[in-house]
DNA sequence: GCCGTTTTCGGCCCGACTGTTTTCAGTCG
């Protein structure tokens, strides 16, 4: 049984807590938790780089952590781990996560009453013992016990266009304000992450203006959870947590910059910055206590030699590196897109009418739209078999000579059956401007049979794309089992594209997996899988999934006019 | 536990808010 990359973070995860509940070296702790972060976010398995014996060379991996990571390779489990859960009660580290429980105070709940469990939590709560500990209060119990109630430990992330909805609303909210200049939202939201934790705004405003008041009445706040003079935090109703800031002017970008992190790359470039004598803080660059950077980004940077980083690479991925080289990449935007690979209409599961999508694509001023109904096996999704294709051609043709700017694709997202066949025969795929191929069944196939599934329709002569490769969804399904790597290089063999799939939910390939297969040779396609007219717009999030894995124009089949578009697709047929 | 253009030892990013305290520890981001 291979080991995941996910379970050697997630046990690393666990020392890292258990090392914190006994107070051990912060750093050693942080050790761990980069290492966790290191190896979940590797684009191939870990177990390749053991084999390689090259585990040493990542960063922040020493020998010891090789070692601990070889073992858990190896065994499955890891010694060190068994020896601190014998010290340290499970449960604990469960408590900790408790907003407003951290090491020390779930240590001393265990230490003074024995509690490590959230029910124990709550009884002891109720019970009043926890107001008597030292260092804890009557709010503090209040405080937890709501918690309790209201969250438990467990982290939530929403999705993107979740906390888009949410934030750009509150963000206009506060430019109401009188007194407010600039408001914008920064963390991973601006880094353009799949999920969102949390939001955090940033506001400058002149001296006096009660943004903080207005912020902590805004009427979808359902809690107030901490609130200063330059600092809140709220809890909207929809459960999504809201930091506000106010930064002065002068330091603007320093603000922007700290709070859009992430939080590796910001450590990693202070580093940069202490070499060089100078301290960076959310309220600027400073030498001693002279500020010689902090009104723009740009500025921030400069102060230690670097240009400005689009926020999607702020990972601490080697974007520094190519900071510091001059080769940072030129992203792909969205209005380079000149077209939609992927679409459906009411021929099989989509909600609206060829016509309809072909106008709403007009609207968005592109040059062609693929539509893409599913073929048969697709049960759910009322395929169109041989017949149904070839009516729906007739009909793209008649609207084709109609439109005046858009063209539309005879396409088609082809079933890839768990043979690695395909559910459309020749004739009908020969036919076709483009074949996009995809997994929609037998997610469960080991390794091995899922690779030779997907690489069998790859091999197909036909077969121009393939669609959200990995088939993961956002909170509900990880992704296939495969040897990715191969998809990408038997995908480069043989002129098929790889698809970025802009659905939030999707998002597949992702960032780093999109890393990975530019670094193959991979050319992508970014598209929607729009299943209605307004999905069209999912292209925004797609381009930006792209951009957070390096992507450039001249990567993304569909940046290019129609012509070179079908050329391209004319020569990966051959 | 990692790491080296000050270092193989001694550093390791930084500040705000809360609640408990009478000057600060713990937590959070």
Known sequence: MPVENAEVARLFREVADLLELQGANPYRIRAYQGAARTVEELPQPVEELVKQQSLAELPGIGEDLAGKIQEIVNTGTLRALGELERKVPKGLATLMHVRGLGPKRARALFDSLGVHTLPQLDRACRAGKVRRLPGFGVKTEANLLHELEVHGAEEHRVLRPVAAQYGEALLRYLRSVEGVGRAEIAGSYRRCRDTVGDLDILVTCGRGTPVIRRFVSYPEVEEVLAEGPTRSSVRLRCGLQ?????????????????????????????????????????????????????????????????????????????????????????????????????????????????????????????????????????????????????????????????????????????????????????????????????????????????????????????????????????????????????????????????????????????????????????????????????????????????????????????????????????????
């Open 242 to 574: 809201v930091d506000l800031r106010v930064l002065a002017e002068a330091s603007y970008g320093a603000g922007l910059y700290y709070f859009t992190g992430s939080k590796a790359h910001n450590i990693a470039v202070r580093r940069i910055a202490q070499k060089k004598g100078l301290r960076i803080n959310e309220y600027g660059v400073w030498r001693g206590r002279r500020r010689i950077a902090g009104r723009t980004e740009e500025q921030v940077l400069g102060s230690v030699g670097l240009p400005w980083i689009p926020p999607e690479l702020r990972e601490n991925r080697g974007e520094i590196e190519a900071a510091r080289q001059g080769t940072l990449p030129s992203l792909v935007e969205r209005a380079d897109i000149r077209g939609d690979l992927q679409s459906h209409t009411t021929d099989s599961d989509g909600r609206d009418t060829l016509a309809a999508m072909a106008h709403a694509a007009e609207e968005l001023g592109y040059e062609y739209l693929a539509i893409t109904d599913h073929t048969p096996a697709v049960r759910v999704a009322g395929g169109l078999d041989r017949a149904g294709f070839r009516r729906q051609m007739k009909r793209i043709e008649q609207l084709n000579s109609r439109l005046s700017k858009l063209t539309l694709l005879k396409g088609a997202e082809v079933d890839i059956r768990p043979d690695g066949s395909l559910d459309l025969d020749d004739a009908t795929l020969d036919a076709l401007d483009v074949v996009l191929v995809s997994v929609h069944s037998a997610f469960d196939l080991a390794e091995r049979e899922q690779t030779r599934r997907v690489l069998r329709a790859l091999r197909h002569p036909s077969v121009d794309l393939l669609a959200h490769p990995t088939g993961r969804l956002i909170g509900r399904r990880g992704g296939l089992r495969v040897d990715l790597e191969q998809v990408y290089r038997t995908a480069v063999e043989h002129g098929v594209l790889l698809e970025v799939n802009g659905q939030p939910d999707r998002l597949d390939l992702d960032d780093v997996a999109a890393h990975a297969a530019l670094a193959c040779g991979a050319t992508l396609a970014i598209s929607t899988d729009a299943h209605a007219t307004a999905e069209l717009g999912f292209m925004r999030w797609g381009v930006e999934q792209a951009r957070r894995g390096w992507t450039t124009k001249d990567r993304v089949a569909n940046t290019r006019p129609l012509e070179r578009l079908l050329a391209l697709l004319h020569a990966g047929r051959r």
